[in-house]
């Protein structure tokens, strides 16, 4: 309990911190990962017009207007012209911070202007071109704007603040801030401000700062939707928020603070603690050429400035336009100079080079659908990643290693998952750190468990290695928890074997050979055990004890316990050399049952072994002498018979013996003689077939049979014991309720 809490809350602190701001960058990267996936088009986003100012534009009007900066009047013939249009709202990402006292041209392209206007061949001509000449003169340009935009009555202009020391930057008491908003602890002042002139301030619909923010790595993803200057109760309102507003048809004065967010008539913008706000992006996306780079690739109209101009002039000329009357009807129109020198270039999700306009006409998409984004805050983010390591801690620690890995994947992929998920749903989720905090969690608590298995295993293997098999000794490292004592009810194949006659071959060696000889033997007995995956349970002198099935499963357990008897068999045959040179010679008996049985830890808390008891184990025990009494080596229970054939049909050669009373069962059990693997041996049928008739009671034709065995296989056990048995039934002929029953007598 202790290690997976302190292991998460470790993990998840040290996430949360990031050292080095590592996590940090790729949070960052997984949230403009997200941004590019979900941009989408809103219903407002083909209402969002933008004008673009160009190079091109500038080469082409210099004949018309000289080179730039442009006559402001021209800025105001295209505000009017979009007014009467039916825009519903023109916003200057330009800045006009000052009037102009001189005259707006130089003199080449003054004497250029006035000899082209005397020139032109027709009248109208020369009038627009003798206007707008005029037009030229030191503050009439500015008249001329001012005129316009006040009859347009629906520009809004650009402002930029800045925050500094030293004094503020005075504004003009006729500049009001538009947003009646005091400051709170988080707001940041800006003591530095460049303002439209005064003039254009109040003949304009309303000022929007143009102020965007862009985070630690360089990429513009804030704006402040509000700030202060001189006047910490009013705030003027970012330009999209202003235009926003004025196409909501909301009253910049309606604007107020609502809990942790700025109400916008029927929308609410969720603010950070700092009282910035998060620009949805969705008005773009990558564009990949095919060098392999991107560009962006904006999802809003882009029309040339020169092309609005002409329409103008063709219009009022009365010639047909490219832009057809109605255009720009309730579109939102905003104006940007993206000529080299002049362009506002931004890093965003989308592209390091994102003209600045197009923050600002995402923002104002974002308020008209109300789409936002929203995040939980810094603690709710800890405490989502310390549960996310919690479960991750629990599991490591509790599950096995081949089920927590994928349960482990899944966690990081639901957490991955969940977090894009969530972005579609408005809502930034943490990405990176928390999938960070999970693997530190879940590599933190691999390590401490493998540190202290290792130690249990140091521990096992001291203090068991030299009294249990290796099968159970491997197992128990697995899984210490089964040294408990106590066991469980399993359905098990146990064997018994013991070497004929060694208690008087033993009596007539020393006991240093008979105790070299005898450690030969059950090496050799062991490893056929092993071999075949069974567990030695413990050797009582010459006998050995194994059981299949425990503690690891296995589905073929009868035939593995015969598969191992045969080469218990095998083994004796090529040690008998040995023992014959000792002057003895080495044969065994063996006993297999199949049943349920209980396998387990035996004995006190101080002393206890690992093995399996029941009456099933009993009458194993009880089998492997019978092998005496029927002239055979192998002896199996019928169940064992029955399953071995089944888990290896056509493999094994059993015979059968008898139906026996074992010592201490109350039901007789049907013993086959396990003689060999099918493949070596010739015939069974006959033996089959003396059987059959020994059942019978025909006794004569079965004592035959069982000759003719004998006859093909000299010294054959069960064959000699039956062909006595039939002749002596044939003069004492058994009981009329005899069945065939052998009455176990000694042990």
Known sequence: MKLPLAVALLA??????????????????????????????TSFTERIVILDIT????????????????????????????????????????????SVTRRE???????????????ADLAEVRSELARRIDAL?????????????????????????????????????????????????????????????????QASRGIGHINVLPDADGIYRRFAPLVWQHDPQAAYPALGVAIAAHVKGVPLASIRREGAGLAIGDAVLPLLPEGNARIHYQGGAPQRQADGSETFQSFYRHLP???????????????????????????????????????????????????????????????????FLRAPGAAAEFFLTLAACLAVAFMAQRLRFRLSVPLALAATAGLSGGAWAAFGQGWILPMVQPLAAVALTYGGVLLARAASAERDKRWLRTAFGHYLAPSVLEELLRQPDKLRLGGERRRMTVLFSDVAGFTTFSEKLPPEEVSALLNGYLDRMTACVVQTGGTLDKFVGDAVMAEWNAPLAQPDHAARACETALLMLEEVSRQDTAWQAAGGALDIRIGINTGEMVVGNMGSHQVFDYTVIGNEVNTASR???????????????????????????????????ARVMPKGRAEPLDIFELAGRRDALDDLDTYAAAMDHYLGRRFDEAGRLFRTVLGQRPGDGPAAVFAALCEEYLDHPPPAGWNGVFVQTEK
């Open 137 to 201: 003169q030191p503050g009439q340009g500015d008249r001329e704007f001012i005129d316009s935009v006040a009859r347009a009555g629906n520009v809004f202009q650009a402002a930029v603040f800045a925050s500094g020391d030293g004094e503020a930057t005075d504004a003009s008491t006729d500049i009001r801030p538009g947003v009646p908003v005091p400051a709170g602890g988080g707001d940041t002042l800006r003591r530095h401000a460049v303002l439209p002139f005064a003039g254009l301030a």
């Open 55 to 98: 190079e091109e534009s500038i080469e082409r009007l210099r004949p018309m207007y000289g080179r730039w900066p442009w006559p402001r009047s021209l800025h105001g013939e295209v505000a009017e012209y979009l007014a009467e249009d039916g825009a519903a709202a023109v916003g200057f990402d330009l800045l006009f911070a000052e």
């Open 105 to 119: 041209v130089d003199a080449a392209d003054w004497a250029a202007l006035s000899a082209l206007a005397q020139s």
């Open 623 to 657: 089998l492997e002498p019978l092998n005496k009494a029927f002239g055979t080596r192998i002896i199996v229970a019928g169940a064992t018979r029955r399953e071995a054939e089944d888990q290896r049909p056509s493999h094994f050669a059993f015979r059968p013996l």
């Open 12 to 41: 998840a602190t040290a996430a949360s911190l990031d050292p080095g701001g590592l996590l940090g960058n790729f949070e960052w990267r997984m949230l403009d990962a997200r941004h590019r996936h979900f941009a989408r088009p």
């Open 305 to 371: 400035y020169e092309q609005v101009l002409a329409a103008k002039d063709l219009r009022a000329a009365g010639r047909a336009s490219p832009l057809a009357p109605g255009a720009f009807r309730d579109k939102i129109v905003l104006v940007s100079a993206q000529a080299a020198g002049l362009s506002d270039l931004r890093a965003t999700p989308f592209s390091p080079v994102t003209p600045g306009i197009e923050l600002h006409a995402n923002i104002i998409d974002s308020l008209l659908a109300g789409r």
